[in-house]
Antibody, heavy 118, light 110 residues
Framework: QVQLQESGPGLVEPSRTLSLTCTVS??????????WTWIRQPAGKGLEWIGR???????NYNPSLKSRVTISVDTSKNQFSLKLSSVTAADTAVYYC??????????WGQGTMVTVSS | QSALTQPASVSGSPGQSITISCTGT?????????VSWYQQHPGKVPKLMIY???NRPSGVSNRFSASKSGNTASLTISGLQAEDEADYYC??????????FGTGTKVTVL
């Protein structure tokens, strides 16, 4: 079955760029009419949708983050990535990648904690 | 985009039924049948419980049901069990080709 796994630095300095990768296993990132999504959750707070990409590279972003976010896909590696620039402490959160199908997020990665601190 | 509005907490005794509301606008909940619900136990990954307003994925108990009326979606848990104690989030597609989550509801089993 399809599984997702996030990877990337757990600590990012303020004002720098946060970079995470999600590796898809057990299936091709190019198969089906899927979007591949990033979602985050600060400690003790709710879920926030960050954005999504499909295998063709089409993207949509949360308007509140759009100026700082780039999501891309690498079909040759079966991966998709998140870049969030100019980070502050407010960007400290658990970041999840997930598969988006039929208007829902049916498969999630385990999540990766990212702390913004000097 | 503003988060969908959910009650902060809902509680019930074992065996009872509870309902969680999720209020949005005509640009999200009211405009599309792409409302989904997620269960999250502490420290765990969110789990899809409902998609397409009222559809249960394979493996989700039929004690979970959902519906929508106008700009408000609802999740009902029947025959409440201790294992249902968790946070629940709704989510909707929006007219801006984005998604928005609800504020989250903590369900307590008394």
């Amino acid at each position: 079955q399809v599984q997702l796994q996030e990877s990337g630095p757990g600590l990012v300095e303020p004002s720098r760029t946060l970079s995470l990768t999600c590796t898809v296993s057990g299936g091709s990132i190019s198969s089906g009419s899927y979007f591949w999504t990033w979602i985050r959750q600060p400690a003790g707070k709710g879920l926030e949708w960050i954005g999504r990409v499909n295998a063709g590279g089409s993207t949509n972003y949360n308007p509140s983050l759009k100026s700082r976010v780039t999501i891309s896909v690498d079909t040759s590696k079966n991966q998709f990535s998140l870049k969030l620039s100019s980070v502050t402490a407010a960007d400290t959160a658990v970041y999840y990648c997930a598969r988006n199908v039929n208007g829902a997020f049916d498969i999630w990665g385990q999540g990766t904690m990212v702390t913004v601190s000097s | 985009q503003s988060a969908l509005t959910q009650p902060a907490s809902v509680s019930g005794s074992p065996g009872q039924s509870i309902t969680i509301s999720c209020t949005g606008t005509s640009s999200d909940v009211g405009g599309y049948n792409f409302v989904s619900w997620y269960q999250q136990h502490p420290g765990k990954v969110p789990k899809l419980m409902i998609y397409g307003v009222s559809n249960r994925p394979s493996g989700v108990s039929n004690r979970f049901s959902a519906s929508k009326s106008g700009n408000t979606a609802s999740l009902t848990i029947s025959g409440l069990q201790a294992e249902d104690e968790a946070d629940y989030y709704c989510n909707s597609y929006t007219s801006s080709y984005t998604y928005v989550f609800g504020t989250g509801t903590k369900v307590t089993v008394l």
